[in-house]
C-alpha cells in the first residue's frame, strides 16, 4: 500500500523535510545544471524537487500514482502541471521528456519493472532519468517517520541491475542525507556539514540512492552485440562518480 499524499505532504512540509528538498535538489542541480531547454518529468512524488528544477524548464510536470493520490501543485507560472495516473499507463506520448525525476515510487510500487519501462517509453531518446530511492543500508530506510521508511529500500547494485534490465544505461550515481532523519535542529544545522563528511569517510551508509540512466534504444537479443544510445560524458561534480564497469 502506498503512502497518502497528505502524509508525504506533511513531511515536506516540515523543516526536515525543507532540508532534504534543499539537499537532493542541490545534488541534481549539480548534475545537471541549466534545464532552460529541458522538458522534466516528475513521477512518484517529486514535487520538491521539481519545483525548484523545473522553474526554467520548458516544461515541467509531476505525475503521481493513483493509488497514492495527487495535489494541485502549481510548477510554474504557466499555470498547473500535475497528472494523476496510472504507474504504468502514463498519458503522455512516446519521447515526451528529456528530463526525469522517479523519488518515492519505486519503494511501494508493485510492479517496479513495469513502472521503469513506461518511464522508458516516455523519456526521448537520448534522454536522462534519475532515480531516488531509500538505501537498504542507511537509517532512513529505517524511520517509519519519514516517506523513506517505508516499502521497499534499495541497494545500489540493486538499483543499477534493474535499470540494466529496463533498457537504460547507468551514466553515475552517488548517497545523499548522511544526517539522522531527526527533526532536532541542532542536527538540520549541522546537515550540509554531515553530506561532506559522508562523502568522504562513510558514502553508502547515506539515507538514499541517486542513479543517472541514460535510455538505451536497443536490448540484448540472441547474444547480439548490444548497441547503446550515443552517451555525452558524465560531468561528476559534488560526489557523483561513474559506475565501475562489472
Not at 542541480?29 to 512524488?45: A, C, I, N, R
Not at 513495469?114 to 532519468?129: D, I, K, N, S, Y
Not at 535499470?163 to 535542529?185: F, G, H
Amino acid at each position: 500500500m502506498r503512502q497518502d499524499v497528505a502524509s508525504l505532504e506533511t513531511f515536506y512540509s516540515s523543516r526536515l523535510g525543507a532540508k532534504v528538498r534543499e539537499v537532493l535538489a542541490s545534488r541534481i542541480h549539480d548534475l545537471w545544471g541549466d534545464l532552460s531547454s529541458e522538458t522534466l518529468l516528475g513521477v512518484g512524488f517529486a514535487t520538491p524537487l521539481i519545483t525548484p528544477l523545473g522553474k526554467a524548464a520548458e516544461t515541467s510536470i509531476a505525475v503521481m500514482p493513483a493509488a497514492q493520490g495527487g495535489l494541485t501543485w502549481a510548477g510554474t507560472e504557466r499555470g498547473i502541471s500535475t497528472v494523476l495516473a496510472e504507474e504504468g499507463d502514463l498519458p503522455f506520448k512516446d519521447g515526451s521528456f528529456s528530463r526525469i525525476v522517479i523519488m518515492h515510487a519505486l519503494e511501494e510500487s508493485p510492479a517496479p519493472f513495469a513502472l521503469l519501462r513506461e518511464v522508458w517509453r516516455v523519456l526521448a531518446p537520448e534522454g536522462r532519468l534519475i532515480v531516488i530511492a531509500a538505501n537498504r543500508l542507511g537509517l532512513w530506510a529505517r524511520a517509519e517517520s519519514t516517506p523513506f521508511g517505508h516499502g521497499r529500500p534499495w541497494t545500489r547494485g540493486q538499483l543499477a541491475r534493474l535499470l540494466d534490465e529496463t533498457m537504460y544505461q547507468t551514466a553515475a550515481w552517488t548517497y545523499s542525507l548522511y544526517m539522522p532523519p531527526s527533526q532536532w535542529k541542532p542536527i538540520l544545522a549541522m546537515a550540509d556539514g554531515m553530506e561532506k563528511m559522508g562523502e568522504t569517510l562513510s558514502r553508502v551508509v547515506g539515507g538514499v540512492v541517486l542513479i543517472e540512466a541514460v535510455k538505451r534504444l536497443y536490448a540484448d537479443t540472441g547474444g547480439q552485440k548490444l548497441q547503446f544510445a550515443p552517451l555525452r560524458p558524465v560531468r561528476t561534480r559534488k560526489g557523483l562518480a561513474r559506475l565501475p564497469r562489472d
